[in-house]
């Protein structure tokens, strides 16, 4: 098992620490710098508007710069999409994380939802990013689920997500069996929402997620290093 053999540098690698509150302010983004900088995360996953700041802040120390798009609800249209990614691309980002058209996808709208993916990961693509689509689960049942999933893997997209964190509900066990049925080691899993805990995080990489977006790094680091040392 995965979680048994982890040290705290590989827990720390699998985190986008997330700052994606509308009412953050100055001296808040900067203590959350420094945490993503001390605990050595993958990513500071962050709103678009903060991209330019925070890739300045963040040249040179490992961490890199992911930045949402289409966020938290996904109910604009595919072009304003892409725009946005396109300028969080432009100043500086690693990553785009986008929420993909709820709606569209409850309908079965499999096509749209194909050519959103599609557009979305080429242009990451093209400027050597990674691309993650949010489903947020906490909509779908397991037949969505599974469709968003196949489509993931015949786009080539990066990274299934889970949740926003900004649904009524967040990362399920049982949505991520299922991500990881359909998906297998094609794409990666990222699970989110609701993820505050040690036990929460642990279970989510065995379960197979290869990235976990959190809000509470600080929190389960000190609880990993208060449980297994180091």
Not at 92 to 108: F, K, M, T, W
Not at 171 to 177: I, K, L, P, S
Request: aromatic share 8%; with cysteine.
């Amino acid at each position: 098992m995965r979680s048994q053999i982890l040290t705290a540098s590989q827990l720390a690698s699998y985190f986008d620490f997330a700052l994606l509150s509308p009412n953050c302010r100055q001296e808040e983004f900067d203590r959350f710098l420094e945490g993503c900088v001390r605990y050595h995360v993958y990513s500071a996953a962050i709103n678009g508007a903060w991209v330019p700041y925070a890739a300045e802040r963040l040249r040179g120390t490992g961490v890199k710069v992911g930045a949402t798009a289409g966020f938290p609800f996904g109910q604009m249209s595919a072009a304003a999409k892409r725009e946005e990614a396109r300028i969080a691309l432009s100043q500086g980002a690693d990553e785009i994380d986008y929420v993909l058209n709820i709606g569209r996808l409850l309908d079965h709208d499999y096509r749209y939802i194909a050519e959103e993916m599609r557009e979305m990961t080429d242009l990451c693509h093209s400027r050597g990013a990674a691309a993650k689509v949010i489903l947020e689960n906490c909509y779908l049942g397991a037949e969505e689920i599974r469709g968003a999933c196949q489509v993931a893997v015949e786009q080539g997209i990066d990274f299934v997500k889970t949740s926003t964190g900004f649904g009524p509900g967040g990362a399920e066990a049982d949505d991520v069996r299922l991500m990881k049925q359909v998906v297998g080691d094609r794409v990666g899993i990222k699970a989110a929402g609701a993820m505050r805990t040690l036990d929460k995080t642990l279970q989510m990489i065995e379960l197979g997620a290869n990235r976990i977006g959190s809000g509470f790094v600080p929190e389960i680091m000190e609880a990993f290093s208060a449980r297994f040392g180091g």
